[in-house]
């Protein structure tokens, strides 16, 4: 297995340098079931982030970019049954991404609630806002 950084992933979905484009996309290629590519969760953050902040990726995109990655037999996402939990809340709620994430991973290491200032995230996924 391999590490890949949120700039491979990045130049490979968003192919918006030509050289570095045809370099992530061989090494996305050259990844297979026997040498996989593992992406860990700030990797997948860093990319959400980057793909809505600076690509305008709306949360059908994003959602797609998601399960394109945590379903490709070539890739292993980091925590992958939080990660495609957070992606059904995100789907279902009104929240981003990166929120859903952290409300997914406090309930799976045991949290009886995840306290937030966010009222945005409280609001779209269930944590406690605090005021």
Do not use: H
């Not at 593992?38 to 860093?46: D, N, R, T, W, Y």
């Amino acid at each position: 297995m391999i590490g890949l950084d949120s700039n491979i992933v990045l130049r490979f979905l968003a192919r918006d340098d030509p050289r570095q484009t045809v370099r992530a996309t061989a090494i996305m290629k050259s990844l297979s079931t026997s040498l996989r590519g593992f992406i860990p969760v700030a990797v997948l953050l860093e990319v959400v982030w980057t793909m809505r902040r600076q690509y305008g990726s709306d949360r059908a995109s994003i959602a797609r970019i998601v399960d394109y990655l945590i379903g490709c037999e070539e890739l292993v996402v980091e925590s992958s049954d939080v990660v495609k939990s957070a992606l059904y809340l995100y789907r279902q709620k009104r929240g981003d991404f990166p929120d859903c994430l952290i409300m997914r991973a406090c309930e799976a290491a045991g949290c009886s609630q995840t306290l937030t200032f966010d009222r945005r995230a409280a609001e779209g996924n269930g944590m406690r806002l605090v005021s």
